[in-house]
């Protein structure tokens, strides 16, 4: 798509609405709807898989779906071009249109990279796994990887089935989730593992519903399957709850952190069985879009925030050495990707008055653009300058476009299509091979275009609150 296409795009009316509605997040906990937005979808085996009104069964077309996509045998090769700078490990987690997302990343995709894409669980039973996406995900490539969600939140989430008969363990949930995966033909031979959504405010406290103790077995059971299966590392998510960037305490938040990363033994514990930790930062428009400011000044903010968790770690004790390792190994933030969020306009929630959900975006879309290659810019650029510790290749977004501008259809489907192709595009030419740096996720080269150029929301301002984290104390 052209920049005369995207500019055409962007040219409609951009109204600041003062509402905060809850979306389905990552982060969120509460009761969720039972209407899947795959029943809405163009693509008819959308529905088949989401058990919508009149769709056919999906045990009808699961076995000739399978077998049409599954033809790829064998581990994918582990070797990169000889001159890839960075292995990238690019991990999006999704609650609608991943397929739109998984086919603009498949084509325009870094050689050096593997890209994770979460399938969320039925609307109306988020135990139940989408029997026929993992396959039309891996049909893209060899290095796009369908990753199943393990929801815990909601009534039908993982923590109710835990609580709802006598002698269930979470080491019982993970174990039947592995099982639910391989029914589902799953290939962890290809990569393919489970997402945890999600370590929340309670692990950082220990806490219940989802204490440290709690989640450990749990990480335990997704790990070795029971001892049936195949031991498989996955991802994990630390959600985004309590720790957006207008937090009013983030000192308290601070101090929170530390208490979980001094506690060693829980990290030892789970640790070895993760393979990527995903902190959610969701970065807020109104602390980014500045008017008039440099993109040092934006990429500084940007860092700020997204690698706080990271920040914190190095400059802690010795004691925490283990934990630091782990970080290195692991860590990555995951950003917005998601268009058109209301965010704390008005406060989600009374006490304390910060955002909720992705933060805020209702921003033009041409603004859209800039800000996830700005992110995938600062992301990269921390990388380079921090070669040996995290996120190294590793980064990631949450991927939800929200129709809150209220488009046409056919001009919101050519602006999701815009965001996902200048996200792949920035991820491709920031970890491309040979002579990759963050530029790339600005200009492509010979391309004349330079998408870090910033926005400008009328009253953004940029917040020092989150520096704090660059020392222990």
């Given at each position: 798509?052209?920049?005369q296409?995207?500019?055409?795009?962007?040219?409609?009316?951009?109204?600041?609405?003062?509402?905060?509605?809850?979306?389905?997040?990552?982060?969120?906990?509460?009761?969720?709807s039972?209407?899947?937005p795959?029943?809405?979808?163009?693509?008819?085996?959308?529905?088949?898989?989401?058990?919508?009104?009149?769709?056919?069964?999906?045990?009808?077309?699961?076995?000739?779906?399978?077998?049409?996509?599954?033809?790829?045998?064998g581990?994918?090769?582990?070797?990169?071009?000889?001159?890839?700078?960075?292995?990238?490990?690019?991990?999006?987690?999704?609650?609608?249109?991943?397929?739109?997302?998984?086919?603009?990343?498949?084509?325009?995709?870094s050689?050096?990279?593997?890209?994770?894409?979460?399938?969320?669980?039925?609307?109306?039973?988020?135990?139940?796994?989408?029997?026929?996406?993992?396959?039309?995900?891996?049909?893209?490539?060899?290095?796009?990887?369908?990753?199943?969600?393990?929801?815990?939140?909601?009534?039908?989430?993982?923590?109710?089935?835990?609580?709802?008969?006598?002698?269930?363990?979470?080491?019982?949930?993970?174990?039947?989730?592995?099982?639910?995966?391989?029914?589902?033909?799953?290939?962890?031979d290809?990569?393919?593992?489970?997402?945890?959504?999600?370590?929340?405010?309670?692990?950082?406290?220990?806490?219940?519903?989802?204490?440290?103790?709690?989640?450990?077995?749990?990480?335990?059971?997704?790990?070795?399957?029971?001892?049936?299966?195949?031991?498989?590392?996955g991802?994990?998510?630390?959600?985004?709850?309590?720790?957006?960037?207008?937090?009013?305490?983030?000192?308290?938040?601070?101090?929170?952190?530390?208490?979980?990363?001094?506690?060693?033994?829980?990290?030892?514990?789970?640790?070895?069985?993760?393979?990527l930790?995903?902190?959610?930062?969701?970065?807020?428009?109104?602390?980014?879009?500045?008017?008039?400011?440099?993109?040092?000044?934006?990429?500084?903010?940007?860092?700020?925030?997204?690698?706080?968790?990271?920040?914190?770690?190095?400059?802690?004790?010795p004691?925490?050495?283990?934990?630091?390792?782990?970080?290195?190994?692991?860590?990555?933030?995951?950003?917005?990707?998601?268009?058109?969020a209301?965010?704390?306009?008005?406060?989600?929630?009374?006490?304390?008055?910060?955002?909720?959900?992705?933060?805020?975006?209702?921003i033009?879309?041409?603004?859209?653009?800039?800000?996830?290659?700005?992110?995938v810019?600062?992301?990269?650029?921390?990388?380079?300058?921090?070669?040996?510790?995290?996120?190294?290749?590793?980064?990631?977004?949450?991927?939800?476009?929200?129709?809150?501008?209220?488009?046409?259809?056919?001009?919101?489907?050519?602006a999701?299509?815009?965001?996902?192709?200048?996200l792949?595009?920035?991820?491709?030419?920031?970890?491309?091979?040979?002579?990759?740096?963050?530029?790339?996720?600005?200009?492509?080269?010979?391309?004349?275009?330079?998408?870090?150029?910033?926005?400008?929301?009328?009253?953004?301002?940029?917040?020092?609150?989150?520096?704090i984290?660059?020392?222990?104390?």
């Open positions: 798509m052209n920049g296409r995207i500019w055409r795009i962007s040219l409609f009316p951009v109204v600041l609405l003062a509402m905060c509605v809850f979306t389905l997040t990552a982060a969120a906990s509460g009761p969720m039972n209407e899947d795959a029943c809405g979808a163009a693509d008819p085996m959308l529905a088949v898989d989401a058990e919508c009104p009149g769709a056919e069964s999906p045990a009808a077309n699961a076995a000739a779906v399978h077998a049409a996509t599954t033809t790829r045998p581990r994918v090769a582990d070797s990169l071009p000889p001159n890839c700078r960075l292995h990238a490990g690019a991990v999006f987690w999704t609650a609608s249109d991943w397929l739109l997302l998984g086919n603009a990343l498949a084509a325009d995709p050689p050096c990279a593997d890209y994770y894409i979460s399938l969320p669980p039925l609307a109306a039973d988020k135990k139940r796994l989408r029997v026929l996406q993992d396959d039309l995900v891996r049909a893209l490539g060899p290095r796009i990887h369908p990753v199943a969600e393990v929801t815990l939140g909601g009534l039908t989430g993982w923590a109710n089935w835990v609580t709802g008969a006598p002698g269930r363990t979470w080491f019982d949930a993970g174990v039947e989730f592995r099982k639910r995966m391989a029914d589902a033909g799953y290939r962890f290809l990569g393919e593992t489970w997402f945890l959504n999600e370590f929340d405010r309670t692990t950082a406290r220990d806490e219940a519903p989802y204490s440290r103790s709690a989640m450990s077995d749990l990480v335990r059971g997704l790990y070795d399957g029971g001892g049936t299966l195949p031991a498989a590392t991802i994990v998510e630390i959600g985004i709850a309590y720790t957006h960037q207008n937090i009013p305490d983030v000192a308290q938040y601070k101090e929170e952190l530390k208490g979980w990363l001094e506690d060693s033994a829980f990290w030892q514990e789970v640790g070895p069985k993760i393979r930790l995903a902190k959610e930062t969701y970065p807020d428009a109104h602390y980014w879009a500045v008017a008039g400011s440099s993109r040092h000044d934006r990429t500084d903010h940007l860092t700020q925030y997204m690698e706080h968790l990271i920040n914190l770690a190095e400059a802690g004790p004691e925490i050495q283990d934990v630091r390792e782990f970080l290195r190994r692991a860590y990555m933030s995951l950003g917005s990707a998601t268009w058109a209301r965010g704390p306009i008005d406060p989600c929630v009374p006490n304390p008055p910060f955002s909720c959900g992705h933060g805020w975006t209702m033009p879309l041409n603004e859209m653009l800039r800000f996830v290659s700005e992110q810019y600062a992301v990269r650029q921390f990388a380079g300058i921090h070669p040996q510790g995290a996120p190294a290749g590793r980064l990631g977004f949450s991927w939800q476009p929200t129709n809150n501008f209220n488009l046409p259809a056919a001009d919101w489907e050519a999701k299509q815009a965001i996902a192709a200048r792949a595009s920035a991820i491709h030419y920031a970890y491309r091979e040979g002579g990759a740096s963050p530029e790339g996720a600005c200009s492509p080269p010979g391309s004349g275009d330079d998408w870090c150029t910033g926005g400008d929301v009328t009253g953004a301002t940029f917040t020092d609150a989150w520096q984290f660059d020392s222990w104390d």
